[in-house]
């Protein structure tokens, strides 16, 4: 079966790069074109990167020339498709125009997450929330459109509050993370800030932790998204782990759960039946732990290749009702390899072919 | 004027060790005895000691003959002081047969902290609370006493929970530590398990962050102490930090507040009149950050020699009431320089001389 | 074709664990007794062991039951072969013990790897030393034999010595190494002594890495090894890395050669035939890098799957002749895999089957 | 006694920033002017700059408004003093400029450090060397001149050659060098870089340790300077620690001598009398250390207020003669107090005042 022709917008930087270094070896996509900076434009994109994440420049696309992120990219496909790895200011100028010209932009940006009609997507939470594209288009008269990932620090913690949502409702989060240095980019946090250290900020993040997580569990009906009612206390901080995002949440359940019901919901909890037919999406997507001392970013963020969530620590909260702590890949399952899959989910679904 | 003699037990730990290198230089007190393990006694301290706090052993103390832990300590004051730096099993034993041959046992350790009737005492907290010392005297028939300094993790969270409950009274608290390695004491955590990572437990810590908390802001009242009422939970986490435990609390308050409010009290909170006699106790004793990314463990621990409370983060919590973070120096405020303070108040009070 | 049996001395500690896991693999051979510590015997495997180095006990060896390390192993093979990770006071003792019942011993520990006729080796650098073992057979009356695996520290420095040993000649060596955590085993290094910081000392390891190249790169001839005459001062430093053992080396030369000429040499360089059959020798086991900035541990630690050596920063010494920088894994080239590959070796040459 | 009145060029960087702090306290001098980059002229120090180095803007210098680098600074004294903190290229260009207008210039700026007739100053090493500045002057018709230190990797290997160099006379070296983060300024290094990693390369510092110690132990004869004719190689590093270099040193000596004779050599060693007058030299300069792991940057940085030589590990070198390794702190001795210390012996020898 032929593979579907994407393109990369902003191949390049880190998150770029991974995207890259992903699709070199997926089953369905080929990456036949890739955009870059003015300062790369013109070059091989083996010259034109600087490659950072690890390994090397994937053969197939170490010769393909960086183009400029213009919706000119020849790139074949129906819609062409794009990722976009831009930078938020560059998504949000360039994503509507790709749109407007007809391409499926697959982002990973945070520009458009919260716009009105876009989808928010986790294939494995929320596949039907495609269904917004259609009023997206129309609200918007593009024949393209846009599906969005959420926020690195917002995938950490979400798997469990959906379960526990469809299990028990779930009524306020409060979400403290613990997130690696990769989720800055490249050269992203000095060594001389947070070596021996913590920093309890990070731009932007909190308020990313309190708003995606009530559009990526609401309710797709009649067309509309509606938006979960819940409170969300966010606060996100830096540790000086390389890969790897762990949150610790205390929620509030629509009716009480002991500790063990919550572990058996997070046991028997099952991603719709569409996601079976996702190649990355993994067989071991959500790992309960028991270990009182589990998850550890680096012991757990490589499980199911970067894929899968792994839980453990859930107890009963003597405030709210139950605790957990989770941990993400924050740059696969976080960022690149999430649209990734969000990417499979339309061709599964056929927005794309 | 002369000054106070007095022992360390468990001279030769690493909390032992910043017992003896703070009472070194300490305006009112003097240490003329240490007792050590079985494998150090007999030989002077400058031997028997495994000094790996830095700087090096203090002149005054190098050539104290390590002895037993047994309550024959030639020590003089009246009562004799020790301060205990003994490990939990060997405190448990060994801190009520010094109570009872008539010593005053100024402990560090957590065996007795939630007993009945021992103080556990931060001055500038809760110093009304010696007053239990006469219930705990008569109830087990001890000439002497001990008094207790809480977990060092339960001291970066506490200030801001006692100016809170003054302010609005305070009802729950979630906490969660990000807390240093030497609180493991030496050589505690190995550098594989926690190099690039974090380990979202340490034994018995939570229980210590759920109860303790409780003592130290109950009320002493008739002679007894009234527990304050209200709901705990706690996550402890291990980072890769040195020195310095971070503290992220949301409160449950006795009545609504806004953060500029939350930020006024602590602002305008005054520790008890007695503690300005404390040599220890520290002029800015509450330093409150207003930068968002303050407060950071290397930064701020060694604000005030290590005996300041940073705070910052100060904001409404969607969830709950009010949140904030807040950094203590684990082996200063939140260990030795705390008993040693605990010694101080009780000098001031009379029950020491 | 029937794989090998042979057992692991050793199973439970973290070199130990690394066998396990590698040979659970292994084409060749097949884990069929594990031997530990008193309080492990007589337990099943994945009971006994506390598995640290990532990943899970393998199956097949789960449920083995931990035996004690007595020549009363009994494991089938011609002759019965077992893996040595034992600390070095017990291989001192009971590696002779295994020899003179009759066991081909292959040891990565340090007890006899400058004994007389016990080959150190490394199969791509000196296959031909295991020629020793008739005469170590004869001198000390052992149907069974011991051979050994150098020092890791010795092995990240010792490839590109063999390569100019045998293009120029090699007369001296000054070594440097930044070697990582994981070389100290588990608990190994306490993080209070390492985060932020460098120690200049590792016991024993400047000997090692001063006396084991000289028998590496020795001759062979008429039933006898010579070591090779040449002066080595070493200088091991731990730095905080998990993994993989860096070398900084200055050599002097037989004949002069310019850094070009080092690094063709290095680059024409070519390993026995006799390791073109070893399945764990690597297709690329010296990667030249020509980049200023490599090679670096965290970047190059898993090229070849921890099984080469990574070596940049070719370039003429002022002071001696040529230098240059080297890394290999150090628990995977530099331990266990390293005497898997001489067991490999010794299978090739007919000395087990 | 009224303080010499001096300006900081380039007060808003790191090295800048450090000295504004050090010379707040210092006894000869008073800041009493600072330039900045174009973004930062015209407001007061305090909002200019981005305070990164711990501690506060100091309050007399907080309100001193930044002005350009230009030869127009009004300061006093005779010849008014400017200690130079810019960075490279306009160091290249600048502090020519000021010379030429009369300026003394204390720069810790490589730019000019190996011109002929600049001073490259270590006070304790080479005081006389300050006799360059009237061949300096007259060459370039200059009113005032320069004056430099070395860098940080020389500064860190430097004194024990010295004394070397005294006692037996020194031929040759072999440097390898584990610097710290801080010397790379702020950001500096990238966290994502060195973190559970060592990098081989810190761009130009290899070639400044090969040349600038032939300078620093040259001879002033007959009113000029007779660098030191010996052979280095060096290779610097960069790990992740935070202050404070090492440096790992084999030397080949004029005549030969043992361990015990270098050590007593280190021993004895006394700096020149002049530097009893300069407030900043410690008592204790150079610190021998005879324990197996030390120096280490952690423990030994901050030795003497980071101003002093800590040296450890001296031993016979099996290829040179004797090796040894010793520590300073980068940014201290390093760096800014290095050029305060220059300063200083300027006024005592009557070159400023």
């Known amino acids: 079966m032929a593979k579907i022709p994407v393109g990369v917008l902003g191949a390049t930087g880190t998150v770029g790069q991974r995207f890259v270094q992903l699709l070199a070896v997926h089953p369905w996509f080929e990456v036949v074109a890739v955009t870059g900076s003015e300062r790369t434009v013109g070059r091989p994109y ?25 919706p000119t990219l020849e790139i074949g496909g129906t819609p062409p498709v794009v990722f976009s790895a831009l930078p938020t200011a560059d998504a949000r100028e360039l994503e509507p125009v790709f749109a407007a010209a007809g391409y ?16 928010l997507l986790i294939p494995e939470i929320n596949p039907d929330h495609t269904g917004l594209i259609a009023a997206q288009q129309a609200a918007n008269n593009w024949p393209g459109f846009i599906v969005a990932s959420p926020n690195c620090s917002t995938t950490s913690a979400i798997l469990p509050m959906k379960v526990f949502q469809d299990a028990f409702g779930l009524e306020a989060a409060i979400i ?18 947070i070596l021996d250290n913590v920093v309890p900020y990070i731009g932007g993040e909190d308020v990313k932790l309190e708003n995606e997580p009530k559009k990526l569990l609401g309710a797709f ?4 998204l509606a938006m979960a009612d819940m409170r969300i206390s966010a606060q996100a901080n830096r540790v000086p782990v390389l890969d790897g995002h762990l949150a610790s949440v205390s ?13 058996a919901a997070l046991q028997n909890w099952q991603p719709p039946q569409i996601c079976r037919e996702l190649p990355t999406s993994p067989q071991n997507l959500l790992v309960y732990r028991p270990e009182p001392d589990r998850p550890q970013p680096r012991l757990d ?15 009963a909260c003597h405030v709210m009702d139950i605790r957990y702590m989770a941990i993400t890949h924050n740059t696969l399952r976080g960022a690149a390899s999430g649209s990734i899959l969000n990417a499979e989910l339309l061709a599964v679904q056929g927005y794309i072919r």
């Not at 990167?49 to 992120?69: C, E, F």
């Not at 499926?104 to 989808?119: F, L, W």
């Not at 403290?176 to 800030?193: C, E, H, N, R």
């Open 301 to 315: 963020r490589d499980t199911s290749d970067g894929l899968a969530w792994t839980v453990g620590k859930v107890r």
């Open 104 to 119: 499926a932009v697959v982002t990973n940006a945070s520009a458009y997450r919260m716009m009105d009609n876009v989808p």
């Open 221 to 224: 009906q009649n067309g509309a």
């Open 251 to 263: 929620v509030k359940l629509g009716q009480p759960a002991t500790a063990e019901e919550a572990i």
């Open 46 to 70: 083996r010259e034109g990167v600087n490659w950072v994440i690890g390994g090397s420049v994937p053969d197939t696309v170490a010769d393909l020339i960086v183009q400029p992120t213009e």
């Open 176 to 193: 403290i993370t613990l997130q690696a240095l990769s989720g800055a980019g490249y050269p992203g946090v000095s060594s001389m800030d």
